[in-house]
């Protein structure tokens, strides 16, 4: 799960990146609202991290811009700015919380895994797909009950797969989660990774397969399922 920090302050953004790491969520950061704006037009992020001093325009002008531009992701404010006034004005521009400076980082993650198990976010504690299930916190996965042994970057994938279950997921879209704003690093590493992971699902007898839809990306299906690309392509994100 990939999430936007925007922090003029760079040294706490880093702390705050690699934190973020620790606890399971990929992130980027972006120093003005400008790159923030840009981000969030390229990556899908599962939640933005707003301060409000930013260097060239304040953060709630940006939060009213992508509520407008209907951008739902959840916002969760960072600010020095304390007052029950500006904490109302934070609510009313379309933020989801708001956390006052000097906080904690272990209250901010916990907060931001609070927004993400609101209804229609779903953090869910555990996703599955037919006989396969991943624990988010964790990153364990297993099929039928037996934990298989899954590289942290290719759980990500599996994750994107299991909430899509059913959908062509493009190609694009894990690149965009896998490597945020910094655009990947060699041409086939979804490529790699995916087919890792199908090799891993099949081994185990999992019920559900990784499709390939030529042109397009992947998708998650049953086993039973047969999979016409046509009528796949018809279903894609
Ligand atoms: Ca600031």
Redesign the pocket.
Known sequence: MRVLIV???ETFAEILSQKLGESGFDSDTATTARQAHEAIRAVEYAAIIL?L??PDSDGLFLLRQLREERHATPVLITTARNSLEDRVKGLRSGADDYLAKPFSIDELIARLRALLRRPGILLDDVLKAGNVSLAIDSRQVSVAGRILTIRLRETILLEILMRHHGTVVPRRYFEAQLFGIEGEQETNTVDVYIHRLRRQLQDADADVKIHTIRGVGYMLASMTTGVSEDAARERSL
């Open positions: 922090e003029d302050n301060d001093g930013l």
